[in-house]
């Protein structure tokens, strides 16, 4: 079985862009979460997406969105990038039933903002 | 809001040795799970062991044991026979069983020393 799969794995844009990162969980698995990776915050939940509808969100600015698509695939954008963007951008799939709680991660998309 | 503390910011193991990374966390939820993840350079999130807050017996996964203390909102890994794959950061992880999000706590570098 495939694994998740983000893309781009790296990135580079100028402060004011926006960015769109992409992630596709295992097939099967309905509910899509990111997380931002950063040395001085460390691991923080951005949001949660099932079934193509947002259910659970994380203290980010509004410059933070998502969506899923009815296969499950998930888009993360990040509108007027400033510095602070810059991160790994994890994102998890997983099939949220009481007897299934693991999380599969991907590999992450490392942007850099400039 | 929970919160996942990681006190050892980074730890250090010798070959075939056993070291313990701590974990403590803050909720007033009753029902919830807990994980270890292990994140090496490859920057893939792969879990190690977890624990769902129902279960009085502590989980082992091979070389990996946790010491779940529920009272004391404790949850320590244990490795044992240490390998030098086994190097890499280490996360403790705390998810309600009433949302899907995750938090995490800073993280512990493990280094194996040969």
């Known amino acids: 079985k495939a694994g998740v799969t983000q893309t781009p794995r790296y990135l580079i844009k100028t402060r004011g862009q926006q960015v769109t990162l992409s992630c596709s969980p295992i097939?099967?698995?309905?509910?899509v979460s990111w997380y931002q990776q950063t040395p001085g915050q460390g691991l923080q939940f951005l949001f949660e997406?099932?079934?193509?509808?947002?259910?659970n969100k994380g203290n980010f600015p509004g410059r933070f969105s998502g969506r899923q698509f009815s296969n499950s695939r998930s888009e993360m954008n990040v509108s007027t990038l400033e510095l602070g963007d810059s991160a790994l951008y994890l994102c998890?799939?997983?099939?949220?039933?009481?007897?299934?709680?693991?999380?599969?991660f991907g590999q992450g998309t490392r942007l850099t903002v400039v | 809001a929970q919160t996942v503390t990681q006190s050892q910011p980074e730890m250090s193991v010798q070959e075939a040795e056993t070291v313990t990374l701590s974990c403590t966390y803050d909720t007033s939820e009753s029902d919830y799970y807990l994980f270890w993840y292990k994140q090496p350079p490859s920057r893939q999130m792969i879990l190690v062991i977890r624990?769902?807050?129902?279960?009085?017996q502590n989980a082992t996964e091979n070389r990996f044991s946790v010491n779940f203390q529920k009272a004391a909102k404790s949850f320590s890994l244990k490795i044992s026979d240490s390998q030098l794959g086994d190097a890499a950061m280490y996360f403790c992880?705390?998810?309600?069983?009433?949302?899907?999000?995750?938090?995490f706590g800073a993280g512990t570098r493990l280094t194996v020393k040969p």
């Open positions: 998890a799939s997983s099939f949220p039933d009481r007897e299934y709680t693991e999380a599969f």
């Open positions: 624990q769902e807050a129902y279960k009085q």
């Open positions: 992880a705390y998810r309600s069983a009433l949302r899907n999000d995750m938090r």
């Open positions: 097939s099967g698995h309905r509910s």
């Open positions: 997406y099932f079934s193509e509808t947002q259910r």
